[in-house]
Each structure stands twice: as C-alpha cells, then as structure tokens.
C-alpha cells in the first residue's frame, strides 16, 4: 500500500513539474502567456551545423546561399498552445535561442516580408530540416527562399505562385462543350523576378485545382501571358484574355504582376475567352 502511494506521489509531482515549466516558459517575464520573443542571432556564428543541448539556431539564405536579415522565426511549441518563441535574423542571416527547461517537442517556421513592385509580400521559407525536435536536445535548423518547389509540411502547396483562369464551359459559336483542361499558359518574364534573377519562359497545362483551373508553381516576377486551348481533335486554338480586375476588352496576351493574397501566397487571376 505504501509503495503504491509513493509511486503515485512521484508520478504527480514529475507530472506537475513538467507542466510548470512549460507554463513558465509561456509566460515569461509575467506578461501572461502568449508567444514569447527572444533575441537573434547574438553576434554568434549560428551556422556551423553543430546542435548545442537546449539550443535552437540556424541560418537563412536566398538561392544563391546570401544572408536574409529580418526573416521571422516562429519555434512553436506543440505541447502548449500559444506559447512560440519568435525570432529575427541578424545581418548574417543567423538566428539563436536557448530552449526553456520544459520537457516539450518544437517544431520550426520561418518567413520573411518584401516590397516588390509597389506590393508587400510574405514568403514562406523552405527548411532543410522540417522535423520537429526536443527542446532538451537542441536542434539546428537552416532555411532556403526558393521560388518554386512543394512545400514538405503542408502537402499539394508550392512556393511558387498560382495563375487562376475563368474559360466559359460553353462555346457562343455552337454551344458545343469547352473543356479547360485543354487550356495551357504560356507565361514569358518582362523583368527579373522577385529575388532579382532573371526569369525563364513557363509553359504549364491546366489543373484543376481547389481554387478552381490554374497554372500552379510560377516564380513570383512580371510576366507577359498567352492561353492556348488544345481541343478533343488536337487542334490548337488561341484564347483571347484579360486579367480578371480589369473590365477592358479582351487581348491576345496581358501583362500582369503576381498579388498577394491572403498572409503567404501569391496569384494572378484571368479571364479567358474563345476569339471570336
């Protein structure tokens, strides 16, 4: 009887002093709970790739391996709700943290904000290491802006931006059926793309996606774009278009930039149309 009740009472108190700390963590300096800033990089390399116990650190960089200052790191915790450490890059691009004391799993986010073309972007940063870690352990986590390519933690989303279209699903000549997955998108760079490199030509089908018929994955830039819709003969036909929030007429090519839309993502909307 006596063993049991001192397993329990150990078992409580183990249980009550991870909690604790965790709640500790969250409040930090008694302002109540919530996410927690801590500094930056503090002047130390945080890109050496060696993981340090009760550390997170890491460094972010644009494709061609140069520095981001500024980019937000968010170290969620995911055994307390709203209690993230939230980090900025220094000038080399370094980020640094020592963890709070609570037996709890993090996992590790990053962003960062532009001005390009008169609009305000965020984008989401690629990591090279997307598991979560212990905070005890420590961890190193390094991050990537990439343009293009599917997001490893969130399945089906691309860093790349998306094109979405409208094609009437009627023909006005015969009423005959138009179907837009024949539609295909040629999009032709008329400047250097959002990360200052210079952009290739893109020529992608159609899909259908959850948002509706688009062209997914398309580097952020000005663009010059041409639709082409391919019948169930094999014939190609030109389309006519138009960008969505302009009430013009329709053109046989637009210029159009990418818009921000919603907190990380990017898109260019159209209205297509058979030539008459």
Not at 50 to 71: F, H, Q
Not at 154 to 173: R, W
Not at 223 to 249: F, M, N, V
């Amino acid at each position: 009887m006596f063993g049991t009740a001192m397993r329990r009472a150990l078992v409580a108190a183990v249980a009550v002093g991870v909690l604790g700390g965790s709640l500790g963590a969250c409040g930090g300096d008694g302002d109540g709970g919530g996410t927690k800033p801590a500094a930056s990089g503090g002047g130390r390399d945080a890109s050496s790739g060696e993981v340090e116990a009760g550390v997170v650190k890491g460094r972010v960089t644009d494709s061609a391996g140069n520095p981001i200052k500024g980019a937000e790191i968010v170290v969620d915790n995911q055994f307390l709700y709203d209690s993230n450490i939230v980090l900025t890059t220094d000038a080399k691009g370094n980020y640094r943290a020592e963890m709070p004391g609570a037996a709890a799993t993090y996992n590790v986010t990053a962003s960062f904000k532009k001005t390009y073309n008169n609009a305000k972007y965020t984008f989401r940063l690629a990591p090279e290491n997307p598991e979560p870690f212990a905070g005890p352990d420590g961890a190193v986590r390094d991050f990537t802006w990439k343009l293009t390519g599917e997001q490893p933690d969130a399945p089906d989303t691309f860093y790349g931006g998306t094109v979405l279209f409208n094609l009437s699903p009627i023909n006005p000549a015969d009423d005959s059926y138009v179907d837009s997955a024949g539609v295909t998108l040629t999009l032709t760079p008329t400047g250097p793309l959002v990360d200052g490199t210079p952009g290739k030509p893109v020529t992608k089908r159609a899909e259908n996606t959850g948002d509706g018929w688009a062209v997914r994955d398309i580097p952020v830039g000005p663009y010059k774009i041409t639709a082409t819709l391919t019948t169930g003969s094999g014939r190609k036909q030109p389309l006519a278009i138009r960008t969505r929030d302009e009430a013009g007429p329709y053109t046989a090519d637009v210029t159009a930039d990418f818009k921000p839309f919603l907190t990380d993502h990017q898109r260019i909307e159209l209205e297509l149309a058979l030539r008459g």
